[in-house]
Each structure stands twice: as structure tokens, then as C-alpha cells.
């Protein structure tokens, strides 16, 4: 089987983003990684081809994956990695997050 392209955008000061890039660290997966906080273009390309303002996201060969809980459940399953605890579910003080796992902008 043709391995995938993923791709993950993520912003700065993200809680969301934050327990994604945890999740991956701990379970040593490294996928390039797209800042929009550093890049107009990759913030552009974000709203344009995912259809939404939201962070984190995860393009699986093109299409969008957005809330944390549903990547981390993708990257647990791909990688065959240990699911994450729910500790860290709660956005920080001052976060645009929505309840369901993910920041706007």
C-alpha cells in the first residue's frame, strides 16, 4: 500500500495544536509541520483547500481532519501508538478554542 501524505497545520498558542504535537512527540511520529502564525501561504492554503479558519488540522492526501481528538485517534491508529490521556483537554485562559478540539483564527 502507497504510504500517505499527511500534513499538520498547527498556530502558536494553540492548546489544541499543543496536545497534538505532545501526542506525536511522545510517540516519536514526526510529519512536516506547517505553522500559519509563520507563513501567510500556509494559512491561505489552509482556509482555501480545508474550508475552514480551524487549527489543528491534519490533511490525510489533500483532505482535511480537524479536532484533535479525531487526528490523534487517525495517528494513533496509523502509527499504531499509544492513545493519549485527557488531561490536557481544556484550552488555556484567553484561547479562541471551541469545546470540540480546535482554534480558530
Do not use: W
Amino acid at each position: 500500500m502507497a504510504e500517505k501524505d499527511l500534513q499538520l497545520y498547527v498556530k502558536n498558542g494553540c492548546p489544541y495544536c499543543h496536545k497534538v504535537l505532545s501526542f506525536m512527540d511522545t510517540n516519536g511520529i514526526v510529519l512536516p509541520l506547517h505553522n500559519i502564525d509563520e507563513s501567510a501561504a500556509d494559512r491561505d492554503y489552509l482556509v482555501e483547500v480545508g474550508g475552514k479558519r480551524q487549527v489543528p488540522c491534519l490533511f490525510i492526501d489533500g483532505k482535511a481532519m480537524y479536532e484533535s481528538d479525531d487526528i490523534i485517534a487517525y495517528l494513533s491508529k496509523e502509527f499504531s501508538a499509544a492513545s493519549a490521556g485527557e488531561e490536557n483537554d481544556a484550552p488555556s485562559a484567553g484561547a479562541s478554542c471551541t469545546i470540540g478540539g480546535g482554534c480558530s483564527f
